[in-house]
């Protein structure tokens, strides 16, 4: 298993310089920031994942003017209300991604997240206070709770929003393989503990959010 000095050095001999790998690198969102999000945005942003999932990334982002109106701004209290047969209409929408089982998720995951701002406040005060440390688990909640959420979409959604979060994309997945910190791509609970328990070593070691040391990590993959 290398540590963050390895990664480090690596980082700087590949990029060149201090100044060029910090260029490359993601910054989190702070804990007040995630909790002055409101509701609306969480479920937007949200759903754009689950959209975006399988499909070019230009084309949902160009739709989605026409998502907010369909989906009222994604206002959870207002979406949640929306029944199989608004969902039908909205099939015969041509502004929009006509895919009924991704259209069928926004409400159900209005409902989650109504569930949340119930426990928690807001959606905001549950992700803020979620410890980087324990991320995966904030993966499962969604994954288990929500709709469509499965895969890499809870933590590249959690990416968008920016909470702090590393992601196992290929080429993250190539270097903890090649470290031997896993066998195959992490998708069982011991596999995912043993991703997080090195992203916690690299984490104490460097100071570094888990989005800079992911990028970093991908960075080494087939060199």
Same mark, same amino acid.
């Given at each position: 298993m290398r540590d963050y000095r390895w990664l480090h050095e690596f980082c700087l001999n590949r990029f060149g310089s201090a100044a060029a790998l910090e260029a490359r690198?993601?910054?989190p969102r702070s804990s007040?920031?995630? &909790?002055?999000?409101?509701?609306d945005r969480y479920l937007s942003t949200l759903a754009l994942r689950v959209f975006r999932a399988g499909l070019k990334h230009s084309l949902v982002d160009a739709k989605w003017p026409a998502f907010e109106? $369909?989906?009222? *701004?994604f206002d959870p209290d207002k979406v949640v209300l929306m029944g199989g047969e608004h969902?039908? &209409?909205?099939?015969?929408? /041509?502004?929009?991604? &006509?895919?009924? *089982? @991704?259209? !069928?998720? +926004? =409400? !159900?995951? $209005?409902?989650?997240?109504?569930?949340?701002? $119930?426990?928690? *406040?807001? #959606? %905001?005060?549950?992700?803020?206070?979620? =410890? +980087?440390?324990?991320?995966? *688990?904030?993966?499962r909640r969604l994954s288990k709770? %929500?709709?469509?959420?499965?895969?890499?979409? $809870?933590?590249?959604?959690?990416?968008?929003?920016?909470?702090?979060?590393?992601? #196992?994309?290929d080429d993250v997945a190539a270097a903890l393989?090649?470290? @031997?910190?896993v066998e195959k791509t992490?998708?069982?609970?011991?596999?995912? /503990?043993?991703?997080?328990?090195?992203?916690? #070593?690299?984490?104490?070691?460097?100071? !570094? =959010?888990m989005c800079q040391l992911s990028v970093m990590l991908a960075s080494t993959s087939n060199h």
């Open positions: 690198l993601p910054q007040e920031e995630l &909790r002055n999000i409101t509701d109106e $369909a989906f009222f *701004g969902i039908e &209409r909205l099939m015969q929408d /041509a502004r929009l991604i &006509r895919h009924l *089982g @991704k259209l !069928r998720s +926004v =409400p !159900r995951n $209005a409902q989650m997240l109504l569930d949340i701002r $119930a426990e928690h *406040g807001s #959606v %905001g005060n549950l992700i803020a206070d979620w =410890p +980087v440390t324990e991320i995966t *688990g904030l993966w709770h %929500g709709n469509q959420l499965g895969g890499l979409s $809870a933590p590249r959604f959690l990416r968008m929003i920016g909470k702090d979060t590393f992601v #196992v994309t393989k090649a470290q @031997k910190i992490p998708t069982s609970q011991r596999d995912l /503990a043993a991703t997080q328990a090195y992203f916690n #070593v690299l984490h104490e070691q460097s100071g !570094r =959010p």
